[in-house]
């Protein structure tokens, strides 16, 4: 084997990740499409020559793979729970006491807020900073291992970055959300009626639908997007709070929403409640609150 055909290969993949971290994560691309679409055929080439030389985390799984037979059950390193609901400031002032007492501190409560993305919870687990597995959240202790899938969603990294500063873990379990922006569901959309498809009800479905593809070559014609929000094993990614968290997994190249907002008080919060209502409708995405 020629040292110079492994040494491209490294080259490509580097340059690959970068560039679907500029342009995926960062939103700010450096290079044109064409340029991109050159980089990735010659990945494709020299792999399809040396198929013993295709890695775990080749940027080349993005484009699918095989059929798979089902989805294999993954148990999570620690539960995937749901959320319970405020819905009135009453309610939310009884939450901030309920902290404070529990605390049993006099000390002001620092509050980190994020819109709730209407989307599909995923756990993706990371070693030696390579994505490994990845699974729905299925009933909070097993999902469904869609790894395949998952590797086709561009915003989500196949390798870890440390160019940023960011520290690789041994073991990572990252938590965040699948979802479709409303520009990408109704692309979607327009593509199955052409096809004689039907439209898919509203985004959360269509997400959930593609990302469960046995065929994940079909998950990877669709326009899924990620957002993390946190981890399984907070061991892993030491901080003071939520926010040094999520700064902390940008560093590793994980896309975080960038309508985070740090609340110094249960007034600020509730504010913050407010503006994102307001927006709520001019936002690319579907959420079902705060």
């Given at each position: 084997m020629e040292i110079g055909v492994v040494e491209e290969l490294e080259a490509l993949r580097r340059q690959i990740r970068l560039h679907t971290h500029q342009y995926y994560v960062l939103d700010d691309p450096v290079i044109s499409d064409g340029e991109y679409d050159a980089l990735f055929r010659r990945l494709l080439?020299?792999?399809a020559l040396h198929p013993d030389l295709v890695t775990?985390?080749?940027p080349s799984h993005r484009v699918g793979g095989a059929v798979l037979p089902g989805f294999a059950e993954v148990r999570h390193v620690s539960p995937m729970l749901s959320l319970d609901n405020i819905f009135s400031s009453a309610e939310?002032?009884?939450?901030?006491?309920k902290i404070q007492r529990f605390l049993k501190s006099d000390q002001a409560i620092r509050f980190v807020t994020e819109p709730k993305l209407d989307g599909l919870a995923v756990d993706l687990v990371y070693r030696r900073g390579v994505f490994e597995v990845g699974s729905t959240r299925g009933d909070g202790s097993v999902g469904e291992d869609v790894t395949a899938q998952l590797k086709t969603v561009r915003s989500i990294p196949l390798r870890l970055t440390t160019e940023t500063g960011g520290r690789t873990p041994e073991e990572l379990h990252v938590r965040g959300e699948v979802f479709l922006s409303k520009e990408g569901f109704q692309q979607l959309n327009r593509r199955r009626l052409t096809d004689g498809e039907p439209a898919f009800a509203?985004?959360?479905n269509a997400a959930?639908?593609?990302?469960?593809q046995l065929d994940s070559r079909v998950t990877a014609q669709r326009p899924l997007e990620f957002f993390v929000y946190g981890v399984g094993n907070s061991d892993a990614v030491p901080a003071a709070g939520q926010n040094e968290m999520l700064e902390n997994l940008a560093l590793l190249g994980f896309p975080v929403n960038?309508?985070?907002s740090v609340c110094d008080s249960p007034l600020e919060v509730e504010q913050q409640f407010h503006n994102l209502a307001a927006a709520r409708h001019k936002l690319a995405y579907d959420i079902d609150g705060m």
């Open positions: 080439e020299l792999e775990a985390d080749s939310f002032a009884e939450f901030a006491g509203n985004p959360r959930a639908g593609s990302l469960r960038p309508l985070v």
